[in-house]
């Protein structure tokens, strides 16, 4: 029989009063049925990124006693705001959510089952689909290592017809920052999410790596249902070249923070002289002004490599074995674009009805 934990669920947020008028009442929803069923304690906490529309206003008017606020008082950036939610979360699982997820009322249970009595585990994600449409916005995340970077965004799902059996553990390389749980206690061991990656984007991928490295693990679990207005915080107000210069700066420093291969780790720096040497033909700047920004970091980012590396057991050789070997699975299918789902869909659907047969 399954134990389950107390969870607190921790959202960050920043100008979003109208997603939280619209996506709050559906995490309530689901606070509640958790706790009922499970007879458990939630707590909600919305960590206020320096808003300037009513975000807090609106919540302690209408939220008091249901959700507690933190207000930051200025844009610090994701990692920082969801970190103020880590440190003040009092219940040993971690929910985070993005403020644009609408979260099905039975999502949190199928994550909290795997924190009982699982000492490996570091994270679970849940399965999103992307509102306005019947595509994924993500699901499990396979990794691989290929022109001197990690690729971790691949998404996969599961043909529940041919898993072995229901305890198959279904590893992702990544429980995104949007709709994950997460062990309250190995997260605050981690120190959180990197703040050198403010304001925004990979510092759910380099956590997690770090959680690989520590030996720890992390799984997706389908049957935990949300679905997300994707970007629509940061698409609505950062310029996307601006958008792409930081994401691709971030995902440098996550590799040069936590990269430890030797040879892996020459082919690194290959492929970026590579790539900075193909932006200069093409005439392309930004490249170099991510390189740059990133080169700008490099002290502190050396500084916490040089913090994380005793700490690792487990080598990016062992890791991308781990993804290797599911991604061979015949009830593993690689979802990398729409037609890749519709043909999941379909053959989902096939398979089921075999079954019946």
């Not at 008017?61 to 200025?74: D, M, P, S």
């Not at 440098?252 to 002289?273: D, K, R």
Request: glycine share 4%; net charge positive; with cysteine.
């Amino acid at each position: 029989m399954t134990c389950f934990q107390n969870v607190s669920i921790v959202i960050p947020n920043w100008n979003g009063e109208r997603l939280l008028i619209e996506f709050l009442p559906s995490v309530l929803q689901a606070a509640t049925h958790y706790q009922e069923k499970n007879n458990t304690l939630v707590e909600i906490i919305v960590v206020d990124d320096g808003s300037q529309d009513n975000s807090v206003g609106w919540l302690e008017t209408n939220h008091l006693k249901q959700v507690k606020v933190i207000a930051l008082g200025e844009n610090k950036g994701f990692a920082k705001a969801a970190n103020a939610g880590f440190f003040a979360a009092k219940y040993p699982i971690i929910f985070l959510l993005n403020n644009d997820i609408r979260v099905e009322v039975d999502a949190i249970a199928p994550l909290a089952k795997h924190f009982d009595g699982d000492q490996s585990i570091f994270g679970v994600c849940s399965k999103a689909y992307r509102l306005e449409s019947d595509l994924f916005d993500g699901a499990g995340k396979l990794g691989r290592f290929h022109k001197g970077h990690w690729h971790i965004f691949m998404n996969y799902d599961v043909l529940p017809s041919k898993l072995p059996n229901q305890n198959t553990k279904l590893y992702s390389f990544v429980a995104s920052g949007g709709y994950s749980a997460f062990d309250r206690a190995k997260l605050l061991e981690l120190g959180g999410f990197c703040e050198l990656l403010s304001p925004f984007y990979w510092e759910d991928a380099e956590l997690c790596y770090r959680a690989w490295k520590r030996g720890w693990k992390i799984y997706y679990e389908p049957t935990s249902i949300v679905h997300h207005r994707s970007s629509a915080t940061i698409a609505k107000k950062v310029p996307a070249r601006q958008v792409q210069i930081i994401a691709e700066r971030n995902r440098l420093l996550m590799h040069w923070i936590n990269l430890h291969n030797p040879s892996w780790l020459i082919s690194h720096v290959f492929w970026v002289v590579l790539k900075l040497l193909q932006a200069l033909l093409k005439l392309d700047i930004a490249y170099w002004q991510t390189v740059y920004r990133a080169l700008k970091l490099l002290p502190q980012a050396l500084d916490l490599r040089k913090k994380e590396k005793p700490f690792v057991i487990c080598s990016e050789k062992e890791i991308l074995e781990i993804f290797a070997k599911q991604a061979k699975q015949n009830w593993v299918m690689v979802i990398n674009n729409p037609s890749d789902y519709y043909r999941y869909v379909e053959l989902t659907q096939q398979l089921a009805q075999e079954h019946k047969m």
